[in-house]
């Protein structure tokens, strides 16, 4: 085949079963219009996830393909091109880094360092480009930063980073490594499964005169210097220290490493990590590249590529909460308040964020997007849609029902049937008091209510019952002295008491 080797030939048809679903690839939307030209199946074909049905049309007619039509094809299924309709391509070192993923499989990684025990909504997009890659026909590799977590990386901050203890570090690491393998598992069969490593396996053992023989002797104060991070750091009220100043280094090593070791071309970082990403391609170059400059040897096919940081519309980071960060681990932030977040998304922002948060096929955002300026469209459909795919992401199908299920429960006027599973989903964003046994069962709902703060007084609920606004588990209570029973406690733990439509308290019973 002319202008493309044998195993690109195979990444490019396994790419293109890769495009074959409406929710993971690259096909049902613009770029793979030429694709299902050239295999002759329709966008309707696509969207319904029968890939396996045309797997042999597909390979048939990419091997009967003229070569005009294959360089066609391969250009229309790149990744990079995929990324940046998106909105999640900022920067790259070189142009070829388009051309080179058409025609091979590549190993691409993204370092994540063990600042906390769970990654958070800012760290996602890392995920979702790599997984892009992945969906594509490349090798998603996850970096630990077990070493570079032990020093801090100074991009973006204003002070030192605190030091953590050494088993703080490793129960981060356990942590992140569990969330990252759940989120780049293959979402169908044939794409490449994640490699996941962790940089304190090559540096845990490295002495300080190796790392300055070998490393620092290669690297430029000036150029180093030179990095916007540094810059910013140097010029601040506390400066930047030795250990964060050979930050850089490290991270730039990690790269020179990977290539060497594992044959990874490909770093993706955010925006604020270009200085790092850059000073690990010059550190390759120099440690890897022949004297004369060969651009043929694989120092010279390093890449670099970064995404833009997840900004609201008015320039705020989205996904950080009054509470704190958005994290994507279950144990430190639920279902239902991850979901909750999304679906406060603005306006203005959900469009932006369907593209990078989501792998629903661009013609599918375009839809929406216009759908939200029609008469009858219905309000927060789009926010909808957003967290319930980045929810099924994030924590998978069983996290989404738990999320819906809360949030259905905690719904002003909702008369849904209520679980103990649901309640506890919604505990975090619902008022919550905890109340004796002996101070609720055969006690009238009346003092009650009053007792935990929910009304001003007996009077006041009494003409809230007859009313018909005050709901005991969503259900609605008519008799003003209602006695409270066994049966009204859901699965041993929890009374969910409601006055009014918005006014609703937890009771978690002790």
């Known amino acids: 085949m002319v202008g493309h080797s044998t195993m690109a030939m195979k990444c490019s048809i396994g790419r293109l079963y890769s495009c074959l679903s409406t929710r993971h690839g690259c096909m049902s939307g613009p770029s793979g219009l030429q694709a299902r030209r050239l295999c002759g199946i329709s966008r309707r074909h696509v969207v319904s996830h029968r890939a396996g049905v045309f797997q042999k049309r597909c390979a048939s007619a990419v091997e009967n393909a003229s070569v005009q039509e294959k360089d066609a094809l391969y250009t229309k299924m790149n990744v990079v091109e995929t990324l940046r309709q998106r909105g999640l391509l900022q920067d790259i070192t070189s142009p070829d880094l388009e051309q080179v993923s058409s025609k091979e499989s590549l190993m691409v990684y993204c370092g994540f360092d063990p600042t906390a025990e769970s990654l958070h909504l800012g760290n996602l997009l890392g995920i979702i480009v790599l997984s892009w890659f992945q969906r594509c026909g490349h090798t998603p590799v996850a970096l630990l ?5 032990r020093i801090g990386d100074p991009s ?3 002070a030192e980073r605190p030091v953590m203890d050494e088993d703080t570090i490793e129960r981060n690491v356990k942590g992140i490594e569990k969330t990252l393998r759940a989120l780049l598992e293959p979402p169908e ?4 499964t994640p490699v996941v490593v962790n940089n304190l396996d090559w540096f845990g053992d490295m002495g300080l005169l190796h790392f300055l023989r070998e490393i620092g002797k290669v690297a430029r104060v000036g150029t180093m210097i030179s990095k916007e991070s540094v810059k910013k750091r140097m010029e601040s009220e506390s400066g930047i220290s030795y250990t964060e100043f050979t930050y850089q280094l490290l991270q730039g090593y990690d790269f020179v490493h990977l290539s060497k070791n594992m044959g990874i071309k490909v770093q993706v970082g955010g925006s604020d990590q270009w200085g790092n990403i850059t000073a690990g391609t010059e550190l390759a170059r120099k440690m890897c590249g022949s004297e004369d400059g060969d651009d043929d040897n694989d120092a010279a096919s390093c890449f670099g590529l970064t995404f833009p940081l997840l900004l609201k519309a008015d320039g705020t980071k989205f996904g950080k909460s009054e509470s704190g960060a958005l994290f994507l681990s279950a144990s430190m932030l639920s279902p239902y308040n ?6 406060k998304t603005t306006d203005n922002d ?6 990078m948060l989501t792998f629903l096929p661009m013609e599918e955002i375009e839809e929406i997007e216009t759908s939200m300026s029609q008469p009858d469209y219905k309000p927060n459909t789009a926010q909808r849609i957003l967290a319930e795919n980045v929810t099924r992401f994030v924590h998978g199908e069983e996290g989404l029902r738990q999320a819906l299920s809360a949030t259905e429960a905690l719904a002003p006027g909702s008369e849904t049937k209520l679980s103990a599973e649901a309640l506890e989903a919604a505990a975090g964003d619902c008022p919550t008091a905890s109340i004796s046994r002996a101070d609720v069962i055969g006690k009238p709902l009346p003092d009650i209510m009053v007792q935990v703060g929910m009304q001003p007084s007996k009077a006041a609920v009494r003409r809230m019952i007859k009313g018909g606004g005050v709901r005991i588990n969503n259900e609605r209570v008519d008799d003003e002295l209602y006695p409270m029973s066994e049966q009204d406690i859901i699965d041993d733990t929890f009374i969910l008491l409601a006055a009014g439509k918005k006014n609703k308290l937890l009771l978690r019973i002790e």
């Open 145 to 149: 930063g077990g070493a570079t977590g």
């Open 338 to 343: 991850f979901y909750q977040y999304l679906l």
């Open 156 to 158: 973006g901050k204003s």
């Open 350 to 355: 959900v469009v932006k964020f369907l593209k």
């Open 189 to 192: 069969e044939g794409l490449a």
